[in-house]
């Protein structure tokens, strides 16, 4: 079974940068689509970005588009989320799965965004 550890998070101004990293381990990272989700105070897990497992295509949330880039790293099995003109709205816990996700989530990532 797939396990996933995110790191990165942390406090920042609103248009500031942060880069999320996700270390998977077990399981066949490079066979599997992946994906980070965040899920805010009193909101549902959301869906942000997708990368295909194979062929380099990505996809977002409208709510990132052009501003979130999700990369992955096969040999080093990991995922990084490069987000960049941060904004409050984004203030969420961010996680890493599978996509679609599988049964095994891990502890996520803080993002707060505030002045």
């Known amino acids: 079974q797939v396990q996933f550890a995110e790191s990165g998070g942390g406090l920042v101004q609103p248009g500031g940068s942060l880069r999320l990293s996700c270390a998977a381990s077990?399981?066949?990272?490079?066979?599997?689509?992946m994906a980070w989700y965040r899920q805010a105070p009193g909101k549902q897990r959301e869906l942000v970005a997708t990368?295909?497992?194979?062929?380099?295509?990505?996809n977002y949330a409208d709510s990132v588009k052009g501003r979130f880039t999700i990369s992955r790293d096969s040999a080093k099995k990991t995922v990084y989320l490069q987000m960049n003109s941060l904004k409050p709205e984004d203030t969420a816990v961010y996680y890493c799965?599978?996509?679609?996700?599988?049964?095994?989530w891990g502890q996520g990532t803080q993002v707060t965004v505030s002045s």
């Open positions: 799965n599978q996509s679609p996700p599988g049964r095994s």
């Open positions: 077990g399981g066949f990272f490079s066979l599997y689509a």
């Open positions: 990368a295909r497992a194979r062929g380099g295509d990505t």
